[in-house]
């Protein structure tokens, strides 16, 4: 069993995680990474939920950017996510990890309406639950997706796991050299600096519900289990 204080947590994937270096679509090699990484944080005794994104497939600002209807677009988005999550699900399935899609739109053919008591019965006996369809409601990011479940699931933490970035900054490190990584963060020094960590929806949540956020990089093999295990890497948004 694990020593961690974390005895659930929330695991929030962007969809350009599982892209891979390809940068669009979705890389089995890379998915299967990130089951084997879940199944190491599984065998620890830390139930665990994941939230994707589908940035890799749709991205509904780009959508309403160029012309479209800006709900239409978001629910173009939230079906990206199902299909990631059933990608996850499958790569999960293969790794021996028992797991249950749960969509905020209804798809009975395809995966769980997403209902909470069920959710955590699902993480009590062990299995991983991923979430997807975001809300089910057009307007809202997958960050604010994943700090919603986490509040209504009661996860002790969630693991925002990023792309080719190991913390947060004070600015673009790719831009600026000498740029600044901070270890701890409070929730207001987010909001009112607009570092970017989440939304400003989601982090509003999560400071109203006190849920610390841990940035790191997924890049690293090992640093899902590390992050949860309470290891001291990345940011930790999380004071006041």
Not at 2 to 21: D, H, I, Q
Not at 26 to 54: M, Q, S
Not at 141 to 160: G, Q, W
Not at 216 to 231: C, E, Q, R, S, T
């Amino acid at each position: 069993m694990s020593t961690s204080k974390y005895k659930r947590v929330v695991l929030k994937l962007s969809g350009e995680a599982l892209a891979g270096s390809q940068g669009y679509g979705i890389d089995p090699v890379v998915v299967d990474a990130i089951a084997r990484e879940i199944k190491e944080l599984r065998a620890t005794g830390i139930e665990v939920a994941v939230v994707v994104g589908g940035g890799n497939i749709w991205r509904g600002l780009s959508g309403s950017a160029k012309g479209m209807d800006r709900a239409t677009a978001d629910y173009m988005g939230m079906l990206a996510t199902v299909m990631n999550a059933l990608a996850m699900q499958d790569a999960l399935e293969h790794c021996d990890v028992d797991s249950r899609v749960q969509t905020a739109i209804e798809m009975r053919q395809v995966a769980e309406p997403y209902i909470r008591r069920k959710a955590i019965r699902h993480m009590e006996k062990g299995r991983v639950v991923v979430f997807a369809a975001g809300t089910g409601n057009p307007y809202f990011s997958t960050d604010t997706t994943a700090a919603l479940r986490a509040a209504e699931i009661e996860a002790d933490v969630i693991l925002m796991a990023k792309k080719n970035v190991d913390g947060v900054y004070d600015s673009d490190p790719r831009q600026n050299p000498n740029a600044k990584k901070f270890d701890e963060l409070a929730y207001i020094e987010v909001l009112q600096r607009g570092l970017g960590v989440m939304d400003s929806t989601a982090t509003s949540l999560c400071m109203d519900n006190k849920i610390p956020i841990i940035v790191f990089n997924m890049d690293v093999p090992g640093n899902i289990l590390k992050a949860a295990l309470g290891h001291e890497i990345g940011t930790v948004v999380g004071r006041g």
